[in-house]
């Protein structure tokens, strides 16, 4: 069971905006711990996209973007692409466990 | 450009030890950061597993502390993973990665598939 929670799937259509929920707690998101997220292509590695909640590393296209709030975050795609499709994780650091975290991951769909 | 390449036996008969090499090219990791090792079932989310300074100074997951242990070899830029007491449920993709110490993993390798079985 994955300490952050995240819909285990998404959709949309080519051209729209969908966003991605991760919820935490106070011991991970809540305690200030910054929220990452990752893309991972089907058969591929997973690929930083956001880091530090809203930030894209070189390369990334401004579609996508990150926001963090309380004990949660969401990562925003708009203007979906086919390429796009892929599973998206969340990941953060837990101060009780000591460990970093990830969500459960969602799957996006462009019907 | 920073790359990170998984060696390792792709099949390891349960209760024996797992062990994972990865190698880093194109930056020093006796330079600055931290390297971790991620897996992933087969179907299933990313579990991260632990990770390691150049200095030695290791960080494990609480859940397999007791069965993992990681080291450096600066010599060859490479860090390394060992899994002891493996079962079925060890069966994974493992990855390697640099950790920026910031708590994100920002280059990956490709991963190499490690199965459990008799």
């Known amino acids: 069971q994955s300490v952050l929670t995240q819909p285990p799937s998404v959709s949309g259509a080519p051209g729209q905006r969908v966003t991605i929920s991760c919820t935490g707690s106070s011991s991970d998101i809540g305690a200030r711990y910054d929220v990452h997220w990752y893309q991972q292509l089907p058969g591929a590695a997973p690929k930083l996209l956001i880091y530090a909640n809203s930030n894209r590393p070189s390369g990334v296209p401004d579609r996508f973007s990150g926001f963090k709030f309380a004990t949660s975050a969401s990562l925003a795609i708009s203007g979906l692409q086919a390429d796009d499709e892929a599973d998206y994780y969340c990941?953060?650091?837990?101060?009780?466990?000591?460990?970093?975290?990830f969500g459960g991951g969602t799957k996006l769909t462009v019907l | 450009q920073v790359q990170l390449q998984e060696s390792g036996p792709g099949l390891v008969k349960p209760s024996e030890t797992l062990s994972l090499t990865c190698t880093v090219s194109?930056?020093?990791?006796?330079?600055?950061?931290?390297w971790g090792w991620i897996r992933q079932p087969p179907g299933k989310g990313l579990e991260w597993i632990g990770l390691i300074h150049h200095g030695g100074n290791t960080y494990y997951n609480p859940s397999l502390k007791s069965r993992v242990t990681m080291s450096v070899d600066t010599s060859k830029n490479q860090f390394s993973l060992r899994l002891s007491s493996v079962t079925a449920a060890d069966t994974a993709m493992y990855y390697c990665?640099?950790?920026?110490?910031?708590?994100?993993?920002?280059?990956w390798g490709k991963g190499t598939t490690v199965t459990v079985s008799s």
């Open positions: 990665a640099r950790d920026r110490g910031e708590f994100y993993m920002d280059v």
């Open positions: 194109g930056y020093s990791i006796s330079s600055d950061f931290y």
């Open positions: 990941q953060s650091y837990d101060s009780s466990l000591s460990a970093r975290i």
